[in-house]
């Protein structure tokens, strides 16, 4: 199969921060530093070359993209500064801009300020459009959905989730289907007979379970610059933190509403802080903030090599993350208060806001890479299985 | 002297450190030979080439009064002359100096069998001996030289020669095909290394050219017909005017720089014939005119493939390296990338040869946004035309592996080298060979890069093979320095090892006359009678008239009948082993 060269990739790819890689002579300095080339010794040199040449198909179908986890040793030791792990972190936002078919992504990524506008409007939008239904602030105790109707708050995350659903779908098909067609894989190699189905639930338990949950890689093979530091301080931990946080808070909102709906308990109903579902709830809750407070401290100082160049899709995503951990939290705070505060409704207001938008936005901007990492990893794995039975 | 009274030689048979006693056993050798007829002094030596060696050898020869001296060493390729030289110092003739050659034809040919090869040791070095003691003494020809030369060709290594001829103070003729003096350099712009324009160049040297009254030129002229003989040639010159006229002009040397062609693909050739692949110098001759984007056909220009190595480096074809063309596209590359609007370039190469300083213009290339992709060499591009009638090059890059590409261009370049003009008249006038490239030959690539077999006539530029211009210049200097050495002091020196005829012999059959390459044979009238006469200083001394001679009238100086008979008998004295 021919790849149709487009001649402006490099260029394109620069427009999401990639360094000037045309210094690039292909060296391979990168690939025998990086604690991840462990398959055809070709990674992540290739995916440079795919971008210097204009393979576009070649780079967004390369499952390799999505298993770096920016160490930066390649960085460190290329010979021309052309900033390998710079350039996969941008291969990573052209990715994700370019499964997106609305160009949304792109726009978010491509201008800062666009992004900036759309992310301060969307929230201004949730909280005036939830606003509009407001009722009373009651005094006596913290009537959260007195304020704010809960119906409303549910049904409009109920539309945001559909949307969010489609987009993410439509980014994920897109994306499988670019690199099945350069694997070569058919459907009936993933889903076709008991054979194909054994060996896709070993993939998706790896990249579920294995490397994306368990972090195994990053924490095994990608940690190989701040080896001194204590764990609590390491990035796969302090990622891992902020991941496990916001899945504990998803599941915890999941598990008030299932009750709800079960009939075991009305949601917003007061509850002892070592109810399960509260204690969940707020565990993560402390994870997050825990893990989105150590990754903006880490950006801040410059801490490691991915952390010392910053884009706004970075901020963006941790500065959204980071204010819906800390109002959730505030509200925790105010309902178990003796004398329940005013500031407690309006935060409420905030958070709720930033959550939706939080949500809405995930396709579009770097928090896709929670999808679009296993999906790769998926394959990934798949590859290995397969090359390893003599496919 | 001759076989009569009985000669004294000296013989000296040499280790090379061990690259011959590894295999022939010297000593052995030394005590072989000791007792041949005429031998005086028989000695081994760790480096005959040697200077505490060579002045041993010296003393003996002065010492033993010896009159004959024999090397058995390397090739005489190699230590010829040295030792020629020797025996002049040690004040006898150098032409009773024999080479055996015992490294290159015996020991190193016969690492397997050290018996065998000191057994043939012995019988070459009794061969040589028994040259050595039929020698007679001979002196060099000396020819008086005109301190004029002509010039062949008025491009830039041409130009050159001529200006540095003249200013060196001898008279030059300068012989030009074309209407215009200039060659190539003459029609070209910028060119690297130094982003000089060519048709500036050619201006100031044709304007140096016209300024120096000791040259002549001849435009629209061709060297039609050479006599005469080394240092005194006469050159016939065709003016190709409305009324052609033929001019005489006697000159000592002839420099040629009668430069090259380049290769003009086949029609399909990677293309070659759709609208939009052009060669290398038709491209040149585009990005040269060009000052705003480029275009091509009044269509602009966005993407451009070059293609390399097309015509050269291919089996069985031109197989030579034309070694000018890939730093002259990357050049244009840079031309093409200053020029206003972006292009995309793609460089679809083999090996780039970037020599040099030239490197850094790659390097600048790159910079500049080049993209370069190796191609595996038996996976050459393809180029073709899409439905939509766009043009389409697929290779193969090494560098992803091997992955197949194709990439839309607007333009195709082929990276066309340099083929040799096709100037068959000029070696046949000339008598000078060619390699098998088509290139004329030097004499030896190193130490004597200008000069040909031919005496009196020096190559320079790329018709003796790819050069830069830079390097022609170079090659057309040191065609100055050469003839300057031997036209400045008035005389030559040359080989006496030459044919000669006993006239009293010759039947003036002919066939000499038709087996001498070099035309030094002619019909001369001595003493009423019709014979063979053979000029000493056009004489190669390649031996070709001797067997043909029906009647042994015609000997070479220094391998006579009797000497070549003298070394078989010696040969075959030495029992097989």
Not at chain 2, 58 to 75: M, N
Request: hydrophobic residues 45%.
């Amino acid at each position: 199969m021919t790849a149709l060269v487009d001649a402006g990739l490099l260029a394109d790819v620069q427009k999401f921060g990639a360094a000037d890689v045309s210094a690039c002579f292909s060296c391979g300095n990168c690939t025998a530093i990086c604690p991840l080339s462990d398959n055809d010794g070709t990674f992540p040199r290739r995916l440079i070359r795919y971008a210097q040449v204009g393979m576009k198909d070649a780079l967004l179908g390369s499952k390799e993209l999505w298993t770096c986890y920016h160490c930066g040793e390649c960085s460190d030791t290329c010979p021309t500064q052309a900033d390998p792990g710079g350039f996969m972190a941008a291969a990573r936002r052209y990715a994700i801009a370019s499964y997106d078919r609305t160009r949304l992504a792109r726009t978010m990524y491509t201008s800062p300020l666009a992004g900036s506008v759309i992310a301060i409007l969307l929230a201004a939008f949730f909280a005036v459009f939830m606003y509009a239904s407001h009722g009373p602030q009651s005094t006596t105790s913290l009537q959260l959905f007195g304020f704010i109707p809960e119906a409303l708050i549910h049904n409009t995350g109920v539309v945001v989730m559909i949307l969010v659903f489609l987009a993410g779908l439509a980014g994920i098909v897109t994306m499988a289907r670019g690199i099945a067609r350069r694997e070569e894989i058919a459907l009936h190699d993933v889903i076709g007979g008991r054979a194909a189905l054994a060996r896709s639930g070993r993939a998706l338990w790896s990249a579920l379970a294995v490397e994306s949950l368990g972090q195994r890689r990053f924490r095994a093979d990608c940690e190989t610059v701040q080896d001194a530091r204590p764990w609590y301080r390491r990035r796969w931990f302090i990622h891992a933190s902020t991941m496990w946080g916001f899945l504990g808070l998803l599941a915890a909102t999941i598990l008030d509403y299932g009750l709800a709906v079960i009939g075991v308990k009305a949601t917003g109903t007061p509850v002892p802080l070592w109810y399960p579902v509260r204690l969940l709830g707020t565990l993560a809750g402390l994870f997050l903030i825990y893990g989105t407070t150590m990754l903006i401290i880490d950006r801040l100082q410059k801490a490691n090599r991915a952390a010392s160049d910053s884009k706004a899709s970075d901020w963006t995503l941790l500065a959204l993350l980071w204010v819906t951990g800390v109002s959730g939290f505030l509200i925790e705070i105010a309902l178990y208060l003796p004398q329940p505060p005013a500031w407690g409704y309006w935060v409420f207001l905030f958070h709720v806001s930033v959550a939706m938008e939080l949500v809405l936005l995930a396709p579009f901007m770097k928090f896709a890479h929670a999808v679009y990492r296993p999906v790769a990893l998926f394959f990934y794995t798949l590859a290995g299985d397969r090359s390893a039975a003599g496919h | 002297m001759g076989g009569t009274t009985e000669r004294r030689v000296g013989v000296y048979v040499c280790h090379c450190g061990g690259n011959i006693s590894d295999y022939v056993d010297v000593e052995r050798v030394v005590a072989a030979i000791r007792d041949e007829p005429g031998v005086v002094v028989a000695k081994n030596t760790i480096f005959a080439c040697a200077d505490a060696s060579q002045s041993e050898m010296i003393e003996d020869i002065q010492r033993h009064k010896l009159d004959g001296l024999v090397v058995a060493s390397c090739s005489p390729k190699l230590h010829t002359t040295t030792f020629r030289g020797v025996a002049a110092r040690a004040g006898i003739n150098p032409y009773t100096y024999t080479q055996v050659n015992i490294r290159e034809q015996d020991s190193w040919a016969h690492t397997d069998d050290p018996a065998g090869a000191t057994h043939k040791a012995i019988s070459l070095i009794k061969g040589g001996i028994a040259r050595t003691r039929l020698t007679e003494p001979l002196e060099p020809l000396v020819v008086e030289t005109t301190r004029k030369a002509l010039v062949v060709g008025g491009g830039i290594a041409g130009l050159r020669a001529a200006i540095g001829l003249a200013d060196v103070g001898l008279d030059v003729f300068l012989v030009e095909k074309e209407r215009e003096l200039g060659g190539w350099v003459g029609r070209f712009g910028t060119m690297y290394p130094h982003e000089r324009d060519g048709r500036e160049l050619i201006d100031g040297l044709v304007a140096e050219v016209r300024g120096r009254d000791s040259i002549t030129v001849f435009t629209n002229a061709e060297l039609m017909a050479r006599s005469g003989s080394f240092g005194n040639y006469v050159a016939a010159i065709r003016i190709n005017n409305d009324l052609p006229e033929l001019v005489h002009v006697e000159v000592g040397q002839i420099v040629l720089a009668t430069g090259f062609d380049t290769y003009q693909p086949e029609s399909g050739e990677f293309g070659y014939g759709i609208d939009g692949v052009v060669t290398l110098p038709e491209f040149k001759a585009m990005v040269d005119a060009s000052s705003g984007p480029l275009t091509y056909h009044g269509r602009p220009v966005r993407t451009i493939a070059y293609i390399y190595c097309v015509g050269n480096r291919q089996p069985g074809g031109n197989e030579y390296c034309s070694k000018y063309c890939c730093a002259a596209t990357v050049h244009a590359s840079i031309e093409v990338a200053k020029l206003p609007g972006s292009v995309h370039q793609y460089h679809l190469y083999r090996d780039i040869r970037t020599y040099g300083k030239y490197e850094l213009m790659y390097t600048e290339s790159r910079k500049r946004g080049s993209v370069y992709m190796k191609f595996p060499e038996d996976m050459p591009p393809a180029v073709a035309l899409d439905a939509s009638g766009r043009l389409m090059v697929t290779t193969h890059d090494t560098l992803t592996g091997g992955e197949e590409v194709t990439i839309p261009a607007d333009l195709v370049v082929l990276v066309t080298g340099m083929v040799p003009r096709r100037n068959e008249e000029l070696m046949g006038l000339l008598k000078l060979p060619v390699g098998t490239d088509g290139f004329f030959n030097e004499i030896h690539p190193k130490l004597r890069p200008v000069e040909t077999v031919v005496d009196g006539v020096l190559i320079a530029g790329a018709c003796q093979g790819p050069k830069n211009s830079a390097e022609s210049v170079a090659s057309g200097l040191a065609a100055v320095t050469q003839s300057a050495a031997i036209l400045k002091k008035g005389t030559a020196e040359l080989d006496p090892l030459v044919a000669t005829v006993r006239a009293v012999a010759c039947s003036m059959c002919g066939d000499c006359l038709t087996a001498c390459p070099y035309s030094a044979i002619e019909k001369a009238e001595v003493a009423g009678r019709e014979v063979a006469a053979i000029s000493p200083s056009t004489c190669k001394g390649c031996g070709g008239c001797v067997p043909v001679c029906p009647e042994d009238a015609i000997d070479l100086r220094g391998y006579t009948d009797a000497q070549i008979r003298a070394v078989i008998d010696s040969m075959l004295e030495e029992p097989v082993a």
